[in-house]
Structures are given as C-alpha cells and as structure tokens.
C-alpha cells in the first residue's frame, strides 16, 4: 500500500463557520508527514477527521485502503493511534495502566489483560525508554516523561500510523528533540507512518518528508520541506517577514524570523 491515507475533498463546518475547505492530500507509507499552520487554522481538525472524531462522511477519508465509514473504531484503532493535544489525565492512574489503554482494541468487553499484552504494554514502553517509570502515578512524571508515556500508550495499540497533536509543545528542547527522534525512528525501522502537528518550523523542516501547509482551513502548500516554507508562504500564512538560511548540519532550509 503506497498511501495509508488518502483524504478526498474533507469539508467541515461549525455552525456555518467552515473550518475546512476542500481538503484533499494524500500521506505516503513510511513518511513523517508535519501540519504545520497558525493557530487555528484547522490543523486538530483535521487529524480529528482522519481519527474519525468528527462525524465521517462516505468516499471522503481511507485508512489503510479503507473508508472509515466502514470501520467500527476497535477496526480504526488497531490502523491508526493518536497522541492528543492534551495529556493530562484527571485520575490517579499508573503508568503501566495507561499504557495497557492501548491495548482495548484487542480486548473483548468484560475481559481482563492477558500476559500477552502485559508483554506488548513492556515492549511499548522499552521503545521510548519508559519501562522504569512503569508503577509510577502518571500524574507525578515530568512533561517529558508522560508524553513518551502516552506514546507507549499508543504503541501498544499495534497500529502501523501514528497521529500526534503538538506532541512537543510543552517540552523543552532535549525533551523536544527525544520525542521527535523516538517518533522518526518508527518510520524509518518499524514501518510506522507518522503525522504530526509541530509549530517549530525549523524542527519540522529538519524531521519531515512532507509538510502540509494549512491556512484558514486550507491547504496553502504541500510538498517537501523546500518548497513548502518559503519566503511567500510564510509571509502569506503568518504574516512575518523570515531570512532563509541552508542549516549547516542538514543541508535543508532553516528560517530566521526577521525582527526590528
Ligand atoms: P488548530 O489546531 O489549527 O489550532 P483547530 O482545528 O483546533 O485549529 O480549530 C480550527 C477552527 O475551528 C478554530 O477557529 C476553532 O475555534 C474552530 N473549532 C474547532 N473545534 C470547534 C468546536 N468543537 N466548536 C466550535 N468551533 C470549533
Ligand atoms: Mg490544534
């Protein structure tokens, strides 16, 4: 399959507000694919289109080769995880507990975990480095620490695309830079298409196959990150001035803000 989602013509409206206009894209096996737009542009909107939030329309999204309109979410989940905007969790749950929430796709209604997804649960959290905070409350880790947690959560739903709403946006650099490498690295050695919502431009040029460009519910640009962010798009969509210069490790573009 060479793209796991294809999304055909997605439009949605809030009373009478259109949030999203024509949207059609299309996201390619392998890639990490970045959304990138101002503040609400309708970037969550529309991961919550291809996560079956907001309410499906037939022909309009694929999943995998499939119409999410044909699938029940237990189907749709074992496709596609999510890492949502907002983290934080109102109970006293474990870390373990969380991350075994990944797993209730394969568990039928009224059964218990079996060992074979305790076993899952580990191997999730060993990839992001987690499996020591394991009994911990989930409440009492650091920024860092419950976001790689919640990536676990999603890990262990088996799924082979992962979706992610500003998933550094509360980090700090080091815990910026982990998380974007714990998730590149599911592209590159264990087949996972990755989509994510990043406003650093530079770390998404730096990351991405494929950037999306939104604006006012459109998409602006897409493409790779070369002809994406330029000088025009940029002064199009967020209205500032930028200098581009070639990253001297990366060889791709990096942007300076151009200030007074
Ligand atoms: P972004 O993620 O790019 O910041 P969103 O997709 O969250 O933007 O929102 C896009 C627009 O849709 C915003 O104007 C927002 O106010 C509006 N919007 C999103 N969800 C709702 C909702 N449930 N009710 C009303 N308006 C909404
Ligand atoms: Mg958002």
């Given amino acids: 399959m060479v793209y796991p989602i294809r999304v055909n013509n997605l439009n949605w409206s809030f009373n009478d507000n259109k949030i999203l206009t024509n949207i059609t894209t299309k996201i390619s096996n392998n890639s990490f694919t970045c959304i990138i737009g101002p503040n609400g542009s309708g970037k969550s909107t529309f991961l919550k289109g291809i996560l079956k939030i907001l309410p499906p329309k037939q022909n309009t999204i694929h999943i995998e080769n499939e119409d999410i309109t044909k699938l029940n979410y237990r189907e749709l989940s074992k496709k596609i995880a999510s890492v949502p905007q907002n983290t934080t969790v109102d109970y006293d749950f474990s870390v373990m507990d969380i991350v075994l929430m990944g797993r209730s796709p394969y568990i039928k209604r009224f059964q218990a975990e079996k ?95 494929y950037l999306i460009l939104i604006n006012k519910g459109h998409i602006v640009a897409e493409g790779s990150p070369e002809k994406v962010v330029t000088k025009e798009n940029i002064k199009n969509v967020y209205s500032i001035d930028i200098c581009m210069i070639t990253n001297p490790v990366t060889g791709k573009p990096h942007i300076i803000p151009i200030t007074k």
């Fill in 115 to 209: 060992e074979n997804d305790f076993e899952i649960a580990k191997q999730a959290m060993e990839m992001t480095s987690t499996w020591h905070l394991k009994d911990r409350n989930i409440n009492s880790l650091s920024g860092g620490e419950r976001q790689r947690v919640i990536i676990s959560r999603a890990l262990a739903q088996q799924s082979n695309i992962l979706v992610l709403d500003e998933p550094i946006s509360h980090l700090d650099i080091h815990h910026q830079v982990e998380v974007l490498n714990i998730t590149k690295e599911l592209c590159t050695t264990k087949n996972f298409t990755v989509i994510a919502v990043l406003h650093d431009l530079n770390l998404a040029i730096q990351y991405s196959d």
